[in-house]
């Protein structure tokens, strides 16, 4: 399996708080089945984004992994005029690698209408949008119309892990569920953040998939999709049917 977002680098944002936790993580992800980490760390309001220096951190990470799992650069991007600005001017600074490919994330307080044009403007910068965590969000709990207009424009849709499983409460489990049953959904993934709550494994949300939607999904969305972005390649459709 493949995480596309995973806090996992130390000392950074309110992930890993140290190197032996980030060890943790690794040793938790490689048992769940994981193989290949994109690395994420915030760009917000908090936490100021530095590439190059968490590049030197990622390398320090992988050599004290080994060689499992794999790890990519990307970026948790959050949605702000100022974070815009720069990624409109510097289109490659906090995609996952060097791919096209980045994770967008929307404030839980407020989502301009100007939101649509903004992504498309990413789109039109060669960039695919990919949402993280809206069953998480309340402002999209109920305006699935706006996430599936995004879809449309070219946007991904990438839920939680335990947000199936239940981690983030009853809302967002039937949040996530809905999603999956009308087929706007493309990528799971951990957003862990330590290795005691929010850790980073995949395999549960997979078994639920597989058991509600086929195995062939539960592989769409933990393992092909995940590979073809940190790959650079074309994601598949989510074609679930809702089976319970």
Known sequence: MVDIHCHIIPEVDDGARSWDMAAEMCEIAVQDGIQHIVATPHADSHYTYNREAFAERLERLQQMAGGTPRFSLGCDFHLSHENLEDAFAHPQRYTIGNTAYLLVEFSHDFIPQQMTGALLQLIEKGLTPVITHPER???????????????????????????????????ARRSARSLLEQGMVHVLATDAHDSRRRVPMLSGARDLVAQWHGEELARLLVEHNPRAIVSGEKVLTSSARASS
Do not use: F, M
């Open 137 to 171: 969000n309340p402002l999209l709990h109920n305006d699935l119309r706006r996430l599936r207009q995004w879809i449309d424009d070219g946007c991904l849709v990438q839920i939680t892990a335990n947000s199936l499983t239940g981690y983030w409460g009853e809302q």
